[in-house]
């Protein structure tokens, strides 16, 4: 995906309504590669998210090491979430996970006031799965 969190939080600067921020949370969505069915098993779930999200990690094998991720949600909106925590998180290195801003990134996005409770929760669950991948990169 070549559009960064940067980029979104600017457009949504820009947006008037929440049905044209919806809209852009669903295109971003739209523009995640498809996950392999290989992928979406009970395995790469992600638990306390009402849709169904599916998170895969790599681990590069570098020093430090690096974690990108492949991602993917059977629910529109939750598919756009998806794709703005990958912008975040993909592609950095356990700490850069660990130390980056999602509460401000989230509230900058004014997300906690237009999403349902559920779906707030779901953000929060795929957050902690990634913290967790970085927490045990790290202790390796």
Not at 100 to 115: P, V, W
Request: aromatic letters at 8%.
């Amino acid at each position: 995906m070549d559009t960064t969190i940067e980029e979104v939080l600017e457009d949504f600067e820009y947006l008037d309504d929440w049905e044209e921020r919806y809209q852009e949370i669903i295109d971003l969505g739209k523009k995640l590669p498809p996950l392999d069915d290989a992928y979406k098993t009970d395995a790469y779930k992600v638990k306390g998210c009402v849709s169904q999200v599916w998170l895969v990690p790599h681990v590069a094998e570098t020093l430090p090491p690096t974690i990108s991720f492949d991602a993917d949600s059977d629910a529109h909106i939750v598919r756009g979430l998806v794709a703005i925590l990958l912008m975040v998180y993909s592609g950095k290195t356990p700490r850069q996970i660990l130390d980056a801003d999602i509460e401000g990134i989230f509230s900058r996005l004014d997300l906690a006031s237009h999403l349902s409770p559920s779906r707030s929760n779901g953000f929060r669950s795929m957050v902690k799965k990634i913290r967790s991948i970085a927490d045990g990169a790290l202790a390796n």
